[in-house]
């Protein structure tokens, strides 16, 4: 270990520290720098098992003692959640990163938490396979990251999120227990689904060390069509008739911001002659003139969102709303916006879900983050504010979790009773 | 031989804290207050009436509770779980009592919630794809409700027109159409859940990714032994523009199997695609009808969507069949056909009683290519044990449903036909699958839980059980082999000594 790591690690009792590199390795305990840092919380150490059970042994240790214990991936959504509690060192997975058994014929795989979803993507590609799913950078983002922040995009619509399409976990939890659950086949129900307790649990209970999803086959042909809209309610009302129709899309987006009138992005996958009779029925239920062929890349339009400029006085939320109250969400958006002179621009999925990008400065960010909280909260929906600036005053990530919160405090006890994961990162402050 | 204990009970007595709430007699003047809360007409006590609900669908086991009750409303049946809380009496919700693994099976001195009478549809939202269901609702009775308008609800177990939307919840049905469709946890996005100490929570919601962990997702699924559901918000889907039905016959499994791989390997994903093997056409044509070609092995191949890309699709599968070695291959020509061929399909359980007096329904999970190792295995082994198996399957998502056939008066076959039914289980776990599909796991397969789960993940569930029911109240004895105590670090093994001294087996 060199100096450095052992100025920065003065905090860890030495003899755990040792503990620590006897397991993994010296290498791979190094001293962590202000790239690790957490929501601006600095930890002290970066550690990467190699294995699972090395994973689920340093976690043991660190439980016993108390430290604290940030999972990470790729690292690329280390900021999608409240600052940490406390934050002793960050536990990686970058080194569990095997595809352990791709079945391509029974279209599952097993595959460890490190590894990238882009590699992943790539191996299935072999096989005319994908994993139906469409997070934001593959190219860094883990299969544990992902499942972690419960990520999808556009191809929900179609596919489900990542609760429909992973069918088994090993979870790594604080005591030391390497557990798994679900299974290898698509169709199970042994047991509890603690698959989908683990997702979208940003690490609180466990860490995800390897999962199993269900695979679809890779697209025959596809095609995608813009749709321009003159405004919300119109928008509103071409997305509704698209979903009321016989048309098969595998999904369906709108864009909406301050400076341009909204448009809809719609895609399409199948055989040359489905996909052939399904333009011909698009035109015919949209405005006509509305409609143009666009490329494929329409896919990448969340990423667009979050490549801002200058992240100190940007915000970014997730909201959910019902898909028939989004005109009225896009209307609230720009007044909300307007109110505190700021810049947005949104991206509306047909299934409710929605990613605001709002510009300006950090007070006037808060305060219409709160407002449009309050407002969709009040219509059965939600907020998450998954990238705020610095210098933003205080703002809860997640909004409220109703009355089940007590019982999700309930199962945090059960399975990380000591707080060592994450704490103070999730809801309610779990 | 060893005696095998699957009666928990028996484990709960040397943990004597656990058994108190077994052991509880229920006084009259408890039942008094029960009365009250349900009203004279929403209590049965009386032997005779209990006798309805001492099984659900798979009658082997039996239990007789010491009431049931059948309340009106969410507040009924949270008034009758705090009472239940208060006097540690345990308590098992049932829905229409179809179920095939016992998992409504009534626990000794202990009350059932029968939620039949909690059949409203509350809410029907077109534009937002949603419906607000009580429990008691028949799952056929919501696609009845949203058909003029085009709308389904998808998840379609061979018992919809019976059983209960909070029966599938509990049980995460499945159906035929779930290949393409999912199960029942894909279309529930909420849940009002009355926990097991009596408070009143809401999991998930209308909206998607309400912020949290997702205990809808843990509660679909957890049969019954979370709490009980009150309310649930599911998810509709749009009719699609045209359904095309295939039936094609195959000399045996092994080339209808083939015939399914090659249909998932050309990247196609039908709605549903059934196998059923000769003794299962037989038995079916017996009962139902449905005109079925006699042959070895029977596909049923369903494609839904637009009508271009349907019938592009069915020509592919056309000549998958025939390259296969079909040797006839007929397209559904009518709804009236179409639905003649399902019905043959959901009767294949029932239609058995027409070629065996007495029967097994199996349950199972392999990995699509395994299918035609475990066939002929299951086959080896039917030859074995002198006792014939009938088999369907959801071949498109590996499901096999085996039928043990036997008859109870030869001495024996029983036993034989049991043992048989395990070992086809023990071939699914060996070949990477699950010991059940859509069925559940109930009071029928806690055994076999062992074998496919290791200590810690059996733990790590019921850690999570402990969560919702620290007192254990709710459908205590199911799922799980070995019931653990919340609160409690599990300690070191200790055998029991009817384990030690060779006569018991822990499971």
């Known amino acids: 270990m060199d100096a450095a790591t052992k100025s920065e690690a003065s905090g860890l009792h030495s003899s755990l520290r040792y503990k620590f590199i006897a397991l993994v390795g010296n290498e791979f305990v190094r001293a962590a720098t202000a790239a690790d840092t957490i929501v601006g919380v600095q930890p002290k150490l970066v550690i990467e098992p190699g294995t699972e059970s090395e994973l689920a042994e340093v976690l043991r240790l660190s439980n016993e003692v108390g430290l604290a214990v940030i999972p990470r991936g790729g690292g690329t959504k280390l900021g999608w959640g409240n600052p940490p509690a406390r934050a002793d060192f960050i536990l990686s997975t970058a080194r569990l990163n095997e595809i352990i058994e791709y079945a391509w014929a029974d279209l599952t795989v097993t595959v460890e938490a490190g590894c990238t979803i882009q590699r992943l993507q790539e191996t299935l590609a072999q096989h005319g396979q994908r994993l139906a799913l469409d997070p934001v950078w593959p190219g860094k983002a883990t299969v544990g990251g992902v499942l972690s922040t419960n990520d999808s995009g556009a191809l929900r619509l179609r596919f489900g999120a990542l609760r429909d399409l992973i069918i088994g976990a090993t979870v790594a939890l604080p005591d030391g227990t390497l557990a798994s659950s679900g299974g290898k086949v698509v169709k199970n129900v042994a047991g509890y689904d603690l698959p989908k307790l683990v997702t979208g649990a940003l690490g609180t209970l466990g860490v995800i060390t390897r999962a199993v999803f269900r695979l679809h086959p890779l697209p025959l042909n596809s095609r995608s069509f813009s749709v321009s809209n003159a405004n919300a309610e119109e928008t509103q009302k071409f997305v509704l008739a698209v979903q009321d129709s016989k048309l098969a899309h595998t999904s369906l987006q709108s864009h909406c911001s301050g400076e341009n009138p909204p448009n809809s992005d719609i895609l399409f996958e199948g055989t040359e002659a489905g996909l052939a009779a399904q333009e011909t029925r698009l035109r015919n239920l949209a405005v006509p003139g509305s409609v143009s062929e666009a490329s494929t890349s329409a896919l990448m339009a969340r990423e667009e969102l979050w490549a801002f400029s200058d992240p100190a006085s940007t915000a970014i939320a997730k909201i959910s709303v019902l898909p028939a109250n989004m005109a009225r969400t896009m209307e609230l958006m720009e007044r909300t916006a307007n109110a505190h002179q700021l810049r947005w621009r949104a991206l509306l999925y047909a299934m409710g879900i929605g990613w605001l990008r709002l510009e300006g400065k950090p007070g006037a960010l808060r305060g219409a983050l709160q407002e449009l909280r309050g407002e969709l909260e009040g219509q059965d929906g939600s907020l998450v504010a998954l990238h705020r600036p610095d210098k933003m005053p205080a703002f809860d990530v997640w909004g409220t979790a109703g009355d089940a919160l007590p019982l999700m405090k309930a199962v945090k006890q059960q399975l990380d009773p000591k707080s060592t994961l994450n704490p103070g990162r999730f809801v309610g402050g779990i | ?507």
């Open chain 2, 1 to 507: 031989m060893k005696l095998a204990f699957c009666e928990d009970s028996f484990f709960f007595l040397r943990k004597s804290r656990t058994i108190l709430h077994l052991d509880t007699k229920m006084g009259f003047q408890t039942l008094d207050e029960l009365r009250a809360i349900v009203g004279e007409r929403g209590l049965i006590s009386s032997p005779e009436e209990l006798h309805t609900y001492e099984c659900d669908g798979l009658t082997n086991f039996r239990v007789m509770p010491r009431a049931v009750l059948l309340p009106n409303s969410t507040e009924e049946v949270q008034k009758i779980v705090r009472i239940c809380h208060r006097e540690r009496i345990p308590f098992v919700a049932r829905g229409s009592g179809t179920g095939l693994s016992g998992g409504a099976l009534p626990v000794e001195k202990g009350i059932v919630i029968s939620l039949t009478r909690m059949n409203r549809i509350l809410e029907v939202d077109f534009p937002n794809e949603r419906v607000v269901v009580e429990p008691g609702v028949i799952n056929l009775d919501v696609t009845g409700r949203v058909a003029p308008q085009e709308y389904f609800y998808a998840p379609d177990p061979s018992s919809q027109s019976i059983c209960s939307i909070g029966g599938n919840v509990a049980e995460n049905s499945g159906g035929a159409h779930c290949l393409k469709y999912g199960f029942t946890t894909t279309h529930v996005l909420g849940l009002e859940v009355v926990l097991p100490d009596g408070s009143l929570v809401h999991l998930g919601g209308k909206t998607l990714d309400t912020p949290g962990y997702d205990l809808a997702g843990v509660f679909v699924g957890s049969e019954g032994t979370l709490g009980v559901a009150t309310k649930i918000i599911l998810r509709i889907v749009k009719r699609p523009e045209c359904v095309r039905t295939l039936l094609a016959a195959f000399p045996s499994t092994n080339e209808a199997g083939a015939a399914v791989s090659d249909i998932i390997a050309a990247g196609m994903l039908p709605a549903a695609i059934e196998m059923m093997d000769n003794l299962a056409i037989q038995a079916a044509e017996a009962a139902v009808h449905a005109n079925y070609p006699s042959c070895g092995g029977l596909l049923l191949v369903e494609l839904d969507g637009p009508v271009a890309e349907v019938e592009a699709l069915m020509t592919d599968v056309n000549e998958i069949c025939r390259s296969n070695g079909a040797s006839e291959i007929r397209m559904a020509q009518s709804e009236a056909e179409r639905a003649l061929v399902w019905k043959g399909r959901k009767a294949a359980f029932a239609a058995m009683g027409r070629i065996s007096p007495n029967y097994i329904v199996q349950d199972g999970v392999i990995p699509r290519t395994a299918l035609p190792r475990v066939m002929s295995e299951i086959d080896r082994l039917s030859k074995e044990a002198g006792v014939r198996v009938a088999n369907v399957f959801h071949a498109g998502d590996g499901n096999l449903h085996p039928l043990v056939l036997y008859d109870r008066r030869i001495p024996g076959q029983e036993e034989a036909a049991e043992a048989l039914s395990s070992k086809i289980l023990e071939l699914c776990i060996a070949a990477g699958g699950s010991i059940t599909g859509e069925h559940g796991v109930g009071e029928d397969k806690k055994k076999a839980m062992s074998k496919m789960f290791a200590e810690p993940d059996l733990e790590t569930m019921q850690r999570v059980r402990c969560a919702f029911d620290p007192l254990q109240l709710s459908n205590p004895t199911k799922i799980f082999p070995t019931p653990r105590l919340c609160g409690e670090k599990p300690g070191e093994y200790v055998p029991h000594p009817a384990e030690s001294a060779g006569i018991a087996e822990r499971y």
